[in-house]
Nanobody, 121 residues
Framework: VQLVESGGGSVQAGGSLRLSCAVS????????MGWFRQAPGKEREGVAA????????THADSVKGRLTISKDNTNNALYLQMSSLKPEDTAMYYC????????????????WGQGTQVTVS
């Protein structure tokens, strides 16, 4: 499984970004995909996750109503729509795939992309 993120950048507070994750390779049984972020000096935290079979989602309380995960199974893509961005959203954002369950624990996910930087000022 290969995961490649794109769409990061610099934006002012209150602005929007849309992150994309292109998925390639054989993802048999990796039914769960998620977005995670890691700011300098902090642990990696789960932002949102989705069951790609049924579309069920979960979002961290800190991002509910502002960041939304979605999928496009036809194009093998995962998205994170980000709006009303805050400086505390500044981090490297990672796409991940796994087969344990729908959750926000990084330990649930075995495949990771290289990340895309989001900076909110």
């Amino acid at each position: 499984v290969q995961l490649v993120e794109s769409g990061g950048g610099s934006v002012q507070a209150g602005g929007s970004l849309r992150l994309s994750c292109a998925v390639s390779g054989y993802i048999y049984s990796n039914y769960y995909m998620g977005w995670f972020r890691q700011a300098p000096g902090k642990e990696r935290e789960g932002v949102a996750a989705i069951d790609v079979r049924f579309g069920s989602t979960t979002h961290a309380d800190s991002v509910k109503g502002r960041l939304t995960i979605s999928k496009d199974n036809t194009n093998n893509a995962l998205y994170l729509q980000m709006s009303s961005l805050k400086p505390e959203d500044t981090a490297m954002y990672y796409c991940a795939a796994g087969n344990i369950g729908l959750g926000l624990d990084p330990a649930y996910f075995g495949y990771w992309g290289q990340g895309t930087q989001v900076t909110v000022s």
